[in-house]
Nanobody
Framework: QVQLVESGGGLVQPGGSLRLSCAAS????????MSWYRQVPGKQRELVAT???????NYPDSVKGRFTISRDNAKNTVYLQMNSLKPEDTAVYYC?????????WGQGTRVTVSS
């Protein structure tokens, strides 16, 4: 089992940057996939970034080139660097771990992109 705690959300102007953090309660070294999702009211949760053991990553076209996921195994933390933010990036962002057939979620952190 693993507990996940996100932080780093807030209000940012269009074109700005934010870095989200996801702190895990134990080592993430062997967790197969760490991901970030986002959700707006009335819509399905959307995958925005995945980092797999071995270093492969993937992003949907909507964030490719603007968002970067990374792991710091020494700190048991996953980051989501978000650049060139747009109003449509406004959402609650959730951290997710896929480990041994189980999915774990954090409580979410809100990101608002507005002038």
């Amino acid at each position: 089992q693993v507990q996940l705690v996100e932080s780093g959300g807030g209000l940012v102007q269009p074109g700005g940057s934010l870095r989200l953090s996801c702190a895990a309660s134990r080592s993430i070294l062997s967790i197969y996939a760490m991901s970030w999702y986002r959700q707006v009211p009335g819509k399905q949760r959307e995958l925005v970034a995945t980092d797999r053991v071995g270093g492969s990553t993937n992003y949907p076209d909507s964030v490719k080139g603007r968002f970067t996921i990374s792991r710091d195994n020494a700190k048991n933390t996953v980051y989501l660097q978000m650049n060139s933010l747009k109003p449509e990036d406004t959402a609650v962002y959730y951290c997710n771990a896929f480990d041994s057939g189980y999915l774990y979620w954090g409580q979410g952190t809100r990101v608002t992109v507005s002038s």
